[in-house]
């Protein structure tokens, strides 16, 4: 899975730390998400695109040769 959470974070000018803050993880969790090294439940994914003011769909990308 890819996601888009560095740029969308970047457009919000917020830290991987703030943005751990805001949904309750740590900030390596937040590191390995942009990385595409992990997956994240359905609430994190939820937790995060509210916190980045997008929708999953558009932070989230399921790629289908994975």
């Known amino acids: ?3 888009k959470i560095k740029e969308y974070r970047a ?3 917020i ?3 703030k ?3 805001m949904v309750d993880v740590r900030r390596e969790t937040i590191i ?3 990385k595409g090294k992990y997956n ?5 994914a939820y937790n995060i695109s509210k916190a980045l003011q ?3 769909d ?3 990308i399921f790629d289908d040769e994975e």
């Open 54 to 56: 997008v929708n999953i």
């Open 11 to 13: 457009k919000l000018n």
């Open 32 to 34: 390995f998400l942009e």
């Open 40 to 44: 994240p439940s359905l609430r994190l």
């Open 15 to 17: 830290t991987q730390e």
């Open 1 to 3: 899975m890819k996601t």
């Open 58 to 60: 558009e932070l989230f």
């Open 19 to 21: 943005l751990a803050e």
